[in-house]
């Protein structure tokens, strides 16, 4: 790599780490695959072995590789997941100081363009899921923790339904960063949700973009207009990164 004149040179680990990600590609590796072995691999990128596992960790803390011991491990590709986004972006809001109405701020922009997505591009097998994740939302208003896990995988599979990359991981990350201040809505609200997210699958059944966009507008409008005036406090707040964990 060249470095122009008065440029810094990128630290030689994460160099690695990047010829690394390139050779698996070239290799036409993937998840479950191993990567080479130490030594092979430590003789291809022409590093120590303190720099070849110093970029193995950068790798791990990605999500792009398991670490599995025992004599036959090594490096396991992974496939890295929308938890590793929400982390990323939670460690970067918090050092920007940014409270968590930004990222209610930035969902209802964001938002309402997956819900026209999938309103184009769902298939019929995932409305049907979909409409499944709905019927399992109403079976759970009365216990909040069977609620949350159905709703959870509703917004989920409607991200995927976009058959956009970038909202499959982006929505749920936000979602998880939102999720991180402790908001459990009561049994009430719970409904109005649903009833909400109803309004949203229809028009998305429907192959209604425009109404698949204003339906979720309005659906992360009202959220955000429940906890400005429930929890001020709490959305004014800093976001805290080590509060931001992948649901079990």
């Given at each position: 790599m060249r470095v122009e004149p008065g440029e810094r040179r990128p630290k030689l680990s994460l160099e690695v780490a990047r010829q690394i990600v390139e050779t698996m590609r070239e290799s036409g590796m993937g998840p479950g695959d191993r990567y080479l072995p130490e030594a092979e691999a430590m003789r291809r990128h022409g590093v120590g072995r303190g720099t070849y596992r110093e970029a193995l960790r950068f790798l791990e803390h990605q999500g792009l590789i398991v670490m599995?011991?025992?004599?036959?491990?090594?490096?396991?590709?992974?496939?890295?997941?929308?938890?590793?986004?929400?982390?990323?972006?939670?460690?970067?809001?918090?050092?920007?100081?940014?409270?968590?109405?930004?990222?209610l701020d930035a969902r209802v922009m964001i938002e309402p363009g997956m819900a026209e997505l999938a309103a184009r591009n769902a298939t019929g097998e995932e409305l049907a899921a979909m409409a499944d994740d709905l019927d399992a939302i109403e079976h759970g208003l009365g216990s909040y923790r069977v609620f949350s896990a159905a709703y959870e995988t509703y917004w989920r599979h409607l991200a995927e339904s976009s058959h956009n990359e970038l909202f499959a991981f982006l929505s749920p990350a936000l979602r998880a960063i939102v999720n991180s201040a402790g908001f459990a809505p009561d049994e009430r609200y719970r409904a109005e949700v649903l009833s909400r997210l109803r309004a949203v699958h229809a028009a998305v059944a429907a192959r209604d973009p425009e109404g698949a966009r204003a339906a979720m507008r309005e659906l992360e409008e009202e959220f955000g207009r429940r906890l400005r005036e429930g929890y001020p406090r709490q959305i004014a707040e800093v976001i805290d990164w080590s509060d931001v964990r992948e649901p079990s």
């Open positions: 599995r011991p025992g004599p036959n491990g090594g490096p396991e590709i992974a496939q890295p997941g929308w938890a590793n986004l929400a982390s990323t972006i939670a460690l970067m809001l918090q050092f920007a100081g940014a409270p968590l109405r930004a990222v």
